[in-house]
């Protein structure tokens, strides 16, 4: 499984981001995918995530504000990020998980500063 993270950028407090990863190869092995994120001098954290039959799992910190969706055909998933603060700068993953193995992505920069 192959994952391309994109979307990333700066962007004002308040504003808003959507973040794109398109899956590939064996796909249909894919369970949950999602989204983790590292922000400077912190661990990576998990961000939200997204299961095959569509149950969604957020962390605190940006429950209420960031969505998960992701589409039909399981070769995309989406995180769209509203009102966004200054602690939601990190590097965005994406993330996937089957077959008992983890993926990972290049990671995707945001940054909200005015």
């Known amino acids: 499984v192959q994952l391309q993270a994109s979307g990333g950028g700066l962007v004002q407090p308040g504003g808003s981001l959507r973040l794109s990863c398109a899956a590939s190869?064996?796909?249909?092995?894919?369970?949950?995918i999602g989204w983790y994120r590292q922000a400077p001098g912190k661990q990576r954290e998990l961000a939200a995530t997204?299961?095959?039959?569509?149950?969604?799992h957020y962390s605190d910190a940006i429950k209420g504000r960031f969505t998960i969706s992701r589409d039909n055909s399981g070769n995309a998933v989406y995180l769209q990020m509203n009102s966004l603060k200054p602690e939601d700068t990190a590097v965005y993953y994406c993330?996937?998980?089957?077959?008992?193995?983890?993926?990972w992505g290049q990671g995707t920069l945001v940054t909200v500063s005015s």
């Open positions: 993330w996937a998980f089957g077959s008992w193995k983890e993926y």
């Open positions: 190869g064996s796909i249909f092995s894919i369970t949950n």
């Open positions: 997204i299961t095959r039959s569509g149950n969604t």
